[in-house]
């Protein structure tokens, strides 16, 4: 036991340091060869989608006598339609303007000294992810395209995927002349892999990104010694304020919960002005109702729909990600900030209001990544913000937050250019 | 022992929660009465400053008493001249612009949804300093602007003067209306206090800020389990490329080295274009001697003078703060990238160059929070670089990187307006 850890100890250090001196020529990389590297590794998916599958038949079959549900299985199965997804995915990204080298603002002092700060890559990223084959291109990508060198390490039921999509990760790389170590994943199921990419590997990884359950994410969490891009949960909230436009409001709420139930930036509570409980509360209730949505409220709510179930105080901390919607009637925007600083999780919520004065009390007081008004929370989504791609929604405060696009994968540095000042 | 311990946890995590909520009122405080807190925190400094330099006569006595040096004792010392420096610091805070709510970006998406990213406060900081009593007020009222509430812990030499200027601070808030829990100074000099702050008092720290010696900044890197904005030291490194300006390349390296040198942004060492060592190298390294500077150099750089002493390896990564330059021949600007990377902080370097592809081919390449052209280290400054005041240096990647000023202690987040929109 000592030796297999020590084992992978040393395995995961070599991973890191020479992610850490691959980083540094990518730092510096140009945008064509990131391009090119990107492109080829599209190319080499698609020519190589027989032993792709080949090795996805090898994870099913693992996974089908392991017992693995039907859902785990349909996240980790591969065909060749998604193989074409996951190599125009990784086109969309060669298509995305290069973040690094962009100057995000510039300014002249008076002793005439030009200051600029410039977009650089991060450093090195390490990502850990579940049984999603596709997440070890779709992170890869992401993390080249910043300038990043990446650490991933799949799910032990998805490896042989993972390492064959990874194949054609590397041949890219090569055709592009960029260093093969740019993108490595992790060639061990042994779990005491992530245990090490927890310590950050002595100072050679930025930052981690967790994609997966719930689990995953708290233990990466509480266990990280280094910066972490992720949430925990997503307990999206709508407010119906009684100035909302009725057509508005059911179109909303049945579309933040009902459009895809098990998605992030799903809706999990609806909360109710009460003073329009019997109208529109009734009306987008109803509406739920009749799409196949479970609505488990308070007396006040049960009074309003017959069908509705109590509601315990668990509900208004839960994430169902289910066809299942927790309801309450609130006083005022005042009362729904306030239920959502007590049971949300910082991820998006949305206010449905006429009322501009309500709707910026809300977009000022909720402390959420994602606030919205008039819109549907399913639209947390870092492609939907015009971001291209994310690697996944952060809710946290530090560096990212929101959606973690291209450009939250970069740091930066300033550039002073002078004519010989020397400081008085 | 366990009694005192428990008692220390206790206060702390009493600090953390009085904070969060302070935190969450000041997120949303007016600018007119952030800047009212600062001005009549300035006005209760100089109606107070008799007790205040009582205080400090009590921690200068402690001081001398324990045998601390000349310099420490320097750093401690408060008169009227420094009070009244410390008050004008708060109205300079208080004319600064509000970072809270600022627009830093605005788009449009297809579908008419409005994304705008405004800038919102961090929560609350932690700041862990040292004897310089100064802190406590530049450090409380940065925080404060950037709406974000802290908690103050100086070094238990400065005890009572801080706490002398913490009691201003109070009064600027309750003046203003706003909590005076936004400002709260640790009520303890029990050293056990400094490992409850870096735990981050059960996530109601959401990042650290040491200001002080090495020591320091070591201990809180290595030990927080919050993001820590820091620098470790400062090996600033001046590069003399062979197609410097004479004249510029003399005044920059006296400058940047002996300026003032107990400062971060001090130079350490000289790398010298070996093909230029003889003309423009000697120029320097003579104009550097003459000021009064010790040379530890190379073979080579003995030979262009003769009071320079022999260099070991340890010099490449020390950091003096004292007159001493360590200095090195270098074979063109690959060369003297090669070197900092190998020994640099990642603080500051300036190439002195007339020859703009070296100095763009330096700027690129060398990874630091600021790289310069043909100007001194020593603007390395959050008001040099007119961020009007800084609440320190950072080094690392995430977050923050170069002078932390207000702008690097706020979040951000995303408001959405729509009109209805619905994902398809």
Redesign the interface.
């Known amino acids: 036991m000592t030796d297999k850890r020590d084992n992978v100890t040393d395995i995961m250090k070599a991973l890191g340091e020479k992610a850490r001196l691959a980083s540094?020529l990518l730092?510096?990389a140009q945008t064509v060869q990131k391009n090119l590297a990107l492109k080829e590794a599209a190319k080499s998916l698609r020519s190589q989608s027989p032993s792709i599958l080949e090795a996805n038949t090898r994870d099913i079959a693992k996974g089908e006598a392991d017992g693995m549900s039907k859902a785990f299985l349909d996240r980790l199965t591969l065909n060749e339609a998604r193989i074409e997804a996951i190599a125009a995915g990784l086109e969309a990204i060669a298509a995305l303007p290069d973040p690094v080298?962009k100057i995000m603002s510039r300014?002249e002092?008076p002793n005439g000294?030009q200051?600029e700060r410039v977009r650089?890559p991060?450093?090195v990223i390490g990502v850990i992810y579940e049984s999603r084959p596709n997440v070890t291109a779709d992170a890869g990508a992401l993390c080249l395209k910043a300038g990043n060198a990446v650490i991933l390490r799949g799910g032990s039921d998805s490896y042989h995927s993972s390492r064959a999509i990874h194949a054609c990760l590397t041949v890219g790389l090569e055709a592009a002349g960029l260093p093969v170590d740019a993108i490595q994943i992790v060639p061990t199921t042994d779990r005491a892999a992530v245990g090490e990419l927890l310590t950050g590997l002595s100072g050679n990884v930025?930052?981690l990104v967790p994609r997966g359950g719930k689990s995953l994410v708290a233990r990466v969490q509480s266990e990280a010694r280094v910066?972490v891009f992720s949430h925990l949960e997503g307990i999206c909230h709508v407010y119906i304020d009684k100035s909302a436009?009725p057509?508005?409001a059911e179109?909303?709420s049945v579309?933040?919960k009902m459009?895809r139930t098990g998605i992030c930036g799903a809706a999990e509570t609806l909360l109710i002005d009460r003073s329009v409980a019997e109208t529109l509360g009734k009306q987008v209730l109803e509406a739920l109702s009749k799409s196949g949505c479970t609505i488990r409220g308070t007396d006040d709510i049960q009074a309003l729909i017959a069908s509705a179930e109590k509601a315990t105080e668990e509900d208004w901390s839960t994430e169902y990600l289910d066809t299942i919607i927790s309801a309450k009637l609130v006083d005022g925007v005042g009362d729904a900030i306030a239920h959502i600083?007590k049971y949300g999780s910082n991820h998006t919520e949305s206010i449905i209001a006429e009322d501009i004065e309500a709707a910026e009390t809300f977009?000022?007081?909720v402390?959420?990544?994602?606030?919205?008004?008039?819109?549907?929370t399913?639209?947390a989504d870092g492609g939907?913000?015009?971001m291209g791609a994310e690697i996944g929604i952060a809710t946290g405060?530090?560096?990212a937050?929101?959606p973690v696009g291209l450009e939250q994968l970069t740091?930066?540095?300033?550039?002073?250019?002078?004519?010989?000042?020397?400081?008085p």
Chains 1, 2 share one sequence.
Do not use: C
Request: hydrophobic share 40%; proline share 2%.
């Open positions: 540094r730092a510096t080298g300014w002092r000294l200051i650089t991060l450093g930025d930052v910066p436009d057509a508005k179109a909303i579309n933040a459009r600083a977009l000022n007081k402390d959420s990544a994602i606030v919205m008004h008039n819109a549907s399913q639209f939907e913000f015009g405060r530090m560096h937050r929101g740091s930066f540095k300033y550039r002073v250019h002078g004519t010989g000042q020397i400081r």
